[in-house]
């Protein structure tokens, strides 16, 4: 399989097959040291496969080129997976292309294959009109949050293996489609009848389905509770941290998105002063007005005062700085101010699905309750049944329904205390991450304030009467430093105008 990454990978005109990343360098190492019988292509495959389970290493992926297909309603967009051995290398190694709705078939599947793991969220921007979903901007920021939430998959240690990220990365085109066909979305049966006919697994899905939503109405009206282990105490506590923290972040949003946003209206508020005061200047021009009364007897006063224009321009500066320093903060906090309300989201359907393995053993442990009672009935009814032979299948096949739900409520419980372990791994690096998080967002607004702060103090300088910059008076070699100045005004005056 020989990959070509300058080649475009798909015709327009054809849904585009897929090129599979590379493995890392030490993959390929042990790899071939330990299985050195391989052919060239199975040694592929199998590195292709160790670098999509998560295999880390210098693997760096990111997405680019996006390509839209097809016109009208039937529009859609491609973006390219790159895949480099390290960061800075100029040509990728191989590169793959997918939909937006196939990151978030792969979002959901992740969460399927390994529920309790907190699954980096890919923000999704609605756009209901056809000039919005296919804008250029639009397209932009889906880029980012695909190639942001592609990264941290990668390195996520609760996601190595997972069965959709081989089938994302995969070099067949059809293998991917067979990967979504057999696994649509995140649903999953709960019914393990593997020796059942078809026929039979899909009444025993309808009987599950039927008692699974009679248990969610009976806790939703407070007559239930979902069956606990031994853990039931500590997922109440990490509810209960969720639920602090979530409140505590929503404050720390709003003020410190606030914060960021002073900086744009200030921006705004500053521009329009400096129009005015520009158009203000136009009216009344005290210098050109001091020349034509050269041959005027009286003399004129000269203030220490900058002039009309002189000031325009200070506020044309200022409104300038700080548009940039909000565009500044706003990437450096404003944006990881919501990857921080995105990341409790993600935490929140961890623990979401380790409620609906509680859920599906609490449905167990009922139907077995049912089962024992039809088993119960049924016997008695042999007793008293003049012919009691006549009842002997109906019994056998009750018996064979409990003893399955048995077997099927054993599993569910295994599942949940896996799925418990891992949410509980989760929250420990959760936590950790958050206070970093935190402490990194706040040091980068106090770098921005600090940054801008001293350029924002040169502009207001050139406004007091000492400073010869922004006076327009002449003192010891203030000449010199006005014409120093006079390009910096030109721009401002530009900027104005």
């Not at 190639?147 to 070099?171: C, Y």
């Not at 700080?322 to 409790?344: A, F, M, Q, R």
């Not at 449905?363 to 007793?383: C, F, P, S, W």
Request: charged share 30%.
């Amino acid at each position: 399989m020989s990959i070509d990454p300058n080649k475009e990978l798909f015709d327009s005109s054809a849904p585009p097959p897929a090129a599979a990343p590379p493995p890392t360098p030490s993959a390929v190492v042990s790899d071939a040291d330990d299985d050195g019988d391989y052919s060239a292509e199975e040694a592929r495959e199998r590195q292709i496969e160790g670098a999509a389970a998560g295999g880390g290493g210098t693997l760096h992926l990111s997405v680019t080129d996006p390509k839209q297909i097809g016109e009208g309603r039937n529009a859609h967009t491609y973006y390219r997976i790159d895949v480099r051995q390290g960061q800075y290398e100029a040509d990728p190694i191989a590169s793959v292309r997918r939909r937006y709705s196939d990151f978030q078939w792969l979002f959901q599947r992740l969460h399927a294959e390994k529920p309790g793991a907190i699954v980096p969220i890919i923000p999704h921007t609605q756009a209901m009109q056809m000039s919005k979903r296919l804008s250029e901007d639009l397209i932009e920021e889906r880029r980012e949050y695909l190639e942001r939430f592609l990264r941290r998959v990668q390195v996520h240690p609760e996601l190595e293996g997972a069965p959709s990220l081989a089938a994302f990365f995969s070099p067949d085109a059809e293998v991917f489609e067979a990967a979504k066909k057999a696994n649509p979305g995140n649903g999953k049966d709960d019914t393990t009848m593997e020796d059942a006919t078809p026929t039979e697994k899909a009444k025993e899905s309808v009987k599950h389905f039927f008692v699974k939503v009679g248990i969610k109405a009976k806790v939703a009206r407070g007559g239930g509770e979902l069956e606990e282990t031994g853990d039931a105490a500590r997922m109440e506590e990490v509810e209960h941290y969720l639920n602090t923290l979530e409140n505590h972040v929503k404050a720390l949003s709003k003020a410190t998105l606030y914060l960021v946003n002073v900086s744009k209206d200030t921006s705004t508020t500053m521009h329009e002063l400096g129009q005015s005061l520009f158009g203000l200047q136009q009216t009344y021009d005290t210098e050109s007005d001091a020349s034509n009364d050269d041959d005027s007897s009286e003399p004129r006063k000269t203030l220490n005062l900058p002039t009309i224009k002189a000031i325009s321009n200070v506020f044309a500066s200022l409104s300038a700085i700080n548009k940039v320093k909000y565009d500044d903060n706003n990437k450096k906090v404003g944006t990881p101010v919501h990857e921080l309300e995105w990341s409790i989201k993600a935490a929140r359907l961890a623990v979401k699905r380790r409620k609906n393995c509680q859920l599906t053993y609490t449905t167990y442990l009922q139907q077995i309750k049912n089962r024992e009672a039809a088993v119960d009935k049924l016997a008695d009814t042999a007793r008293v049944h003049p012919n009691p032979g006549l009842l002997d299948e109906r019994i056998v096949s009750a018996q064979k329904l409990l003893d399955q739900s048995k077997q099927n409520s054993t599993k569910a419980l295994g599942d949940m205390e896996d799925v418990t372990r891992r949410v509980f791994r989760e929250m420990d690096r959760f936590k950790m991450d958050v206070d970093e998080q935190l402490r990194r967002l706040y040091v980068s607004h106090a770098r921005v304030q600090v940054d801008y702060s001293r350029q924002l103090d040169a502009e207001w300088e050139k406004m007091l009467p000492n400073s010869a910059a922004g006076s327009g008076v002449a003192g010891n070699g203030g000449n010199a430093s006005h014409t120093s100045s006079l390009d910096d005004l030109k721009k401002a005056e530009t900027l104005m105008i």
